[in-house]
């Protein structure tokens, strides 16, 4: 998928660029924050870090990076909220799995309390995905 395609299918506001949001990638602080648990986390992948991934992976600007994985995530989350399922073949699936209420105690007191009834969202991990997981341990 060429960048001038998703540029041609973006929401645009009265200037012509895409519509962006907040965030670091593309302007702001400028870049990576480096906190405490800077090196300890360097492993695990943020937002950030797939907007940069995209980025150098695909020849898009960062602000059009951010602008995709942003509206990915939007799209993702709206179709969650109105009760829809996301499946992406060999990666997983997305749903919102409904949870009875209970009775349960608190932790302090032992009192009994009322649970109310919740949805939460609920990954399923793919086939393939799993395969791949499971089979990057050998070796």
């Not at 990638?25 to 090196?39: D, E, Q, T, V």
């Not at 943020?46 to 602000?63: A, M, P, R, Y």
């Not at 990954?123 to 791949?132: A, I, N, Q, S």
Request: hydrophobic letters at 30%; one cysteine or more.
């Amino acid at each position: 998928m060429s960048a001038s395609w998703i540029w041609s299918k973006t929401r645009q506001n009265g200037s012509g660029m895409p519509r962006l949001t907040s965030g670091t990638a593309g302007g702001g602080s400028g870049g990576r924050r480096r906190g405490k648990n800077f090196y300890r986390d360097r492993n695990n992948m943020n937002k950030s870090d797939l907007i940069e991934t995209l980025h150098q992976n695909s020849g898009f600007d960062l602000q059009m990076a951010e602008f995709v994985v942003t509206e990915v995530f939007q799209a993702m989350t709206e179709t969650l909220v109105r009760g829809k399922r996301i499946e992406l073949r060999g990666f997983g699936s997305f749903e919102v799995r409904k949870y009875k209420g209970y009775t349960g105690r608190k932790p302090r007191t032992g009192e009994k309390m009322r649970i109310k009834p919740k949805k939460l969202p609920f990954f399923k991990v793919g086939k393939e995905l799993r395969e791949r997981v499971l089979g990057c341990g050998e070796g």
